[in-house]
């Protein structure tokens, strides 16, 4: 399953926050936040606001840019093992389900009957 975009965000900050060797109580006093919302944001439970992370980037002393980077590459990154199919996989599976619901597959063309044939064959 897909990472969401708040847990990346979240695990992101936490991250930078451990790697900075600052604890949950220090950025929250910094960057204005309290403690119990932070540490959610950080877990990814809660989704915080431009102006808030922009607040908690601001404490950790990281760009927020950065810190959406980051967070755009751990999605990518799980996303990885979700998106490689096997050659010709694709078409297997599409033709298996082309048969489970009762699709025949290509059926052959018909030509509808002309109007102005069977008019001037009435004639």
Request: proline letters at 6%.
């Amino acid at each position: 399953m897909a990472v969401l975009l708040r847990e990346a965000i979240g695990g992101s900050l936490r991250r930078a926050r451990t790697d900075r060797r600052r604890t949950l109580r220090e950025v929250s006093r910094q960057a204005r936040v309290s403690l119990g919302y932070l540490s959610e944001v950080e877990r990814g439970v809660k989704e915080a606001s431009s102006e808030l992370l922009a607040s908690i980037c601001e404490a950790l002393d990281i760009a927020l840019p950065d810190l959406l980077t980051a967070a755009a590459e751990e999605m990518a990154e799980s996303m990885r093992p979700q998106m490689i199919v096997p050659i010709g996989q694709r078409h297997a599976d599409l033709r298996i389900a082309g048969t489970a619901t009762g699709a025949a597959g290509p059926q052959p063309a018909t030509t509808p009957a002309s109007p102005v044939a069977s008019v001037s064959a009435a004639a």
